[in-house]
């Protein structure tokens, strides 16, 4: 879907980037005596996003076998577009839900049904999240949450293990163009990917490491860039499906004429070029990106 748009000089953002990894869990008790695939764990947590009408976007990591200690290494981006004049510490204390980021550790249970059961939570304050944004851009923290129980059967704030965040901060400054320059926004929507329990079978056979994943699901996430523009995007991670539903939407601002003397237009552009979508498998606890396995791709003429 293109729409064409016009940028001035008013429209002059800045775009704040934050990294969140969640890197480990650890003396998670109640996992102590669970047998190997019995059950599943996995964190989600929400930020607010940018758009007109602010919302929360929900981020999940992948999932891992429950146990006494586990690690994640998963690594998720939350980009907000704000005006010059206004703080992102203004901005979070507006629209982050209860002032606070709050994670929260699901168990999920493969008998006698396949169930998904939030079990406790850590926080992550606004006074924690401002104090690093504070600090100059390009800052690193790691944080270790204390998790609290929100079963009923225990006392209310009983403590059952920690997690181990890092949280990375920059910001990028969006160059203000001359007025009356037009653009063409570009929306790309990704819905629903199948087929790839035969994917994974058939990079097994090819020697990646797919024995578990080609029996429960993959661990995917579609990756897409433009052939003629370097500009690529990456859905969320969904974890253990064949079939799994992204329901991701991207907005891409491209300029209809290029600022490089006899540089091809836009139209030019289009009319050879593609929308390159990958799935990949994310590998279990690696935040190397380079290591996760391609399953497909697909050339999408534009």
């Not at 669970?34 to 059950?39: A, I, N, R, Y």
């Not at 607010?48 to 586990?70: F, G």
Request: hydrophobic fraction near 35%.
């Amino acid at each position: 879907e293109r729409e064409a748009v016009t940028v001035t000089e008013s429209s002059a953002q800045t775009r704040h980037i934050v990294h969140i990894t969640v890197q480990s869990l650890q003396d998670i008790g109640v996992f102590e005596g669970e047998g190997w695939g019995q059950t599943d764990c996995y964190v989600t947590f929400s930020l607010p996003t940018s758009s007109p009408t602010p919302e929360a976007k929900v981020y999940s990591t992948n999932t891992c076998n429950a146990a006494l200690h586990m690690k994640f290494n998963h690594r998720s981006t939350s980009c907000l577009v704000l005006p010059t004049s206004t703080s992102l510490q203004s901005y979070l204390s507006n629209n982050l839900e209860n002032g606070c980021v709050k994670f929260e550790v699901w168990r999920r249970f493969y008998y006698p049904n396949i169930r998904d059961q939030v079990y406790g939570y850590g926080t992550l304050s606004l006074h924690q999240l401002s104090h690093l944004i504070s600090l100059s851009p390009g800052v690193e923290q790691t944080f270790h949450l204390p998790l609290v129980s929100t079963q009923l059967s225990s006392v209310e704030g009983t403590s059952i293990g920690n997690m181990t965040v890092l949280v990375e901060y920059h910001t990028d400054t969006i160059t203000e163009v001359r007025p009356s320059t037009n653009y063409v926004q570009m929306c790309i929507n990704v819905g629903r990917a199948c087929g790839l329990q035969c994917a994974a079978e058939s990079a097994l056979r090819e020697g990646a490491p797919l024995q578990h994943p080609t029996v429960v699901g993959v661990d995917s996430y579609a990756f897409m860039e433009l052939s003629f523009a370097g500009i690529s995007r990456e859905t969320g991670v969904k974890s253990r499906s064949f079939a799994p539903h992204y329901g991701s939407q991207f907005s891409l601002t491209l300029p209809t004429v290029m600022q490089q003397e006899g540089a091809p237009t836009l139209a030019e552009n289009l009319s050879s070029g593609n929308l390159v979508v990958s799935i990949f498998h994310q590998l279990e606890s690696s935040p190397d990106r380079s290591r996760d396995i391609l399953l497909g791709r697909a050339l999408l003429p534009l």
